[in-house]
């Protein structure tokens, strides 16, 4: 079974920042690929960025050049620094972690950006 635990969600003005983290524990796979999903009211859940084992990272394109995903492989770690956020990022944002045998979800973390 692996557990996500999500941090670092809240409320911040236009313009602001945060960074939210997701620690994995329990039976992971190795090689797995970590993300962050959202999910804005009245929306479907959609990819934010992914990173891979070895780090290669694929982004939205409404957040490209704006988040940055980052991993610790060591510490089964993922984190994403968001910066320059507007209100359409308003949204609960979920740890995702995925690999051939199996895929999990965090509890989600709410980012609420007010104009």
């Known amino acids: 079974q692996v557990q996500l635990v999500e941090s670092g969600g809240g409320l911040v003005q236009a313009g602001g920042s945060l960074r939210l983290s997701c620690a994995a524990s329990?039976?992971?796979?190795?090689?797995?690929?970590m993300g962050w999903y959202r999910q804005a009211p009245g929306k479907q859940r959609e990819l934010v960025a992914s990173?891979?084992?070895?780090?290669?990272?694929n982004y939205a394109d409404s957040v490209n050049g704006r988040f940055t995903i980052s991993r610790d492989n060591a510490k089964n770690t993922v984190h994403l620094q968001m910066n320059n956020l507007t209100p359409e990022d308003t949204a609960v944002y979920y740890c995702?972690?995925?690999?051939?045998?199996?895929?999990?979800w965090g509890q989600g973390t709410q980012v609420t950006v007010s104009s």
């Open positions: 995702n972690v995925h690999s051939v045998v199996r895929e999990d």
């Open positions: 329990g039976s992971i796979f190795s090689g797995s690929t």
């Open positions: 990173i891979a084992y070895g780090g290669r990272t």
